[in-house]
């Protein structure tokens, strides 16, 4: 079992930026792919970003060209830099396993995007 921690959320105005990272435990880090999700308030879990192995990414429609994953194996941390953020961004992100491995989700750490 890998352990997530994810961390950097917090109120930003519209049009901000914020970066996100998801610190990993284990040492298995660098094998998996990755990604990011979000849950809205009466909303089911979405996928936002993920990123191979390898280093391949790929966005959800509603985030491309705003945000950028990526990761750090010797670190092993995985980041989500956000910019142009909009009300409709405000959720609480996880990061877990792409494609999902059964490993527990973390915390999450809350985004809320509002003047």
């Known amino acids: 079992q890998v352990q997530f921690v994810e961390s950097g959320g917090g109120l930003v105005q519209p049009g901000g930026s914020l970066r996100l990272s998801c610190a990993a435990s284990?040492?298995?880090?660098?094998?998996?792919?990755m990604g990011w999700y979000r849950q809205a308030p009466g909303k089911q879990r979405e996928l936002v970003a993920t990123?191979?192995?390898?280093?391949?990414?790929n966005y959800a429609e509603s985030v491309k060209g705003r945000f950028t994953i990526s990761r750090n194996n010797v670190k092993n941390t995985l980041y989500l830099q956000m910019n142009s953020l909009k009300p409709e961004d405000t959720a609480v992100y996880y990061c877990?396993?792409?494609?999902?491995?059964?490993?527990?989700w973390g915390q999450g750490t809350q985004v809320t995007v509002s003047s």
């Open positions: 877990n396993t792409h494609p999902r491995l059964g490993m527990t």
């Open positions: 284990g040492s298995m880090f660098s094998i998996y792919g």
């Open positions: 990123i191979t192995n390898g280093g391949s990414t």
